[in-house]
């Protein structure tokens, strides 16, 4: 296994991502849904994702929200790898 080197401050681009915000060494959105089914369905989504992709985000998951962060422990921080499944976690969102 490689380790990916954590961004420095100045290489992240938090702007690229519609609604994501820093805490830390995270970054995180919250999804909103109608019900619980649509919530545990992108859930389930973004499990699949994160098996494809060998990397795996904490999750807050409520009756109609799911908080999806995202951090590399490895690397200590954020990298691209992070800034890559935030885009694909949005893509899975179908309001």
């Known amino acids: 296994m490689t380790t990916t080197s954590a961004?420095?401050?100045e290489?992240?681009?938090?702007?690229q991502l519609d609604?994501?915000?820093q805490q830390g060494s995270f970054i995180s959105k919250t999804y909103h849904f109608k019900n619980y089914y649509q919530t545990t369905a992108?859930?389930?989504?973004i499990a699949w994702m994160a098996h494809q992709t060998d990397h795996h985000p904490e999750l807050t998951v409520n009756y109609n929200s799911c908080k999806v962060s995202y951090s590399t422990h490895d690397a200590g921080g954020l990298t691209e790898k992070d800034f890559s499944c935030a885009a694909k976690a949005d893509g899975l969102f179908k309001p």
């Open 7 to 9: 961004l420095s401050p």
């Open 11 to 15: 290489q992240i681009l938090l702007s």
């Open 19 to 21: 609604g994501w915000q």
């Open 42 to 45: 992108f859930v389930n989504a």
